[in-house]
């Protein structure tokens, strides 16, 4: 069947450090995919988005990597600031209108 | 910034009554979405609607489930009859294009249904 996951569900990091956030996808058929950032009592927020006919994808302080092979997408958060800490969830479309969530992944940022 | 503004943030309903959580999309917007979320679960598509019709829907969005644009800015979801499980914050959303790909779409503050 066709599923968006993540591979952990809470990652925890020091402020400054950089974060790493994981996520696999089984549909080769997915053509675009969606991180967002979901703060507590809030909606989700568009971060940074990628098609498949790309590898990579810079923002501000922002790097998602999309691995095609392995069906693997991340996102990568440089320098993280307490401001970061959220529920990240990737999403994944395949067909116009319709998004597949992840389960997602709590970020949590310490002194 | 222009936003998606919900209301009301929180509704709480007895089993069995009708709810209807509204929406107000941005205003140049044309595409309509609403999303639900249990508790501590993923977010799950519910429908698409466009020039005044669906044009997807969720195994979710059954009869009980529907949606209208009754005037040039609301955008309402209507649970004819609410069950415990109908409980969840629900997420409205607005694009103005088609396509996740060509455009970004803003989601609502959401509204958090409670059915008791």
């Known amino acids: 069947g066709e599923s968006v996951g993540l591979h952990l569900p809470t990652l925890s990091v020091q402020e400054g450090d950089n974060s790493i956030i994981n996520c696999a996808y089984s549909?080769?058929?997915?053509?675009?995919f969606i991180w967002y950032k979901q703060e507590s009592g809030k909606g989700p927020q568009f971060i940074i988005d990628i098609r498949s006919n790309m590898d990579k994808r810079q923002g501000q302080r922002v790097t998602v990597l999309l691995n095609k092979t392995v069906k693997h997408l991340s996102l990568q958060i440089a320098a993280t600031q307490p401001g970061d800490s959220a529920v990240y969830f990737c999403a994944e479309n395949k067909v116009a209108d319709k998004l597949i969530f992840g389960t997602g992944t709590r970020l949590q940022v310490f002194p | 910034e222009p936003e998606v503004t919900q209301t009301p943030s929180h509704q709480v309903t007895q089993m069995g009554q009708e709810v209807i959580l509204r929406c107000v999309p941005i205003?140049?917007?044309?595409?309509f979405y609403w999303y639900r979320q249990i508790l501590g679960q993923k977010v799950e598509f519910l429908v698409s609607f466009y020039n005044n019709e669906i044009s997807e829907k969720s195994e979710i969005f059954d009869d009980q489930f529907s949606v209208e644009r009754p005037d040039g800015s609301n955008f309402t979801l209507k649970i004819r009859s609410t069950k415990l499980e109908d409980s969840a914050m629900y997420f409205c959303?607005?694009?103005?294009?088609?396509?996740?790909?060509?455009?970004?779409?803003?989601f609502g503050q959401g509204t958090r249904l409670t059915v008791v």
């Open positions: 205003s140049n917007h044309l595409y």
């Open positions: 959303a607005s694009s103005e294009r088609q396509g996740w790909g060509n455009t970004e779409a803003f």
């Open positions: 549909n080769s058929a997915s053509d675009y």
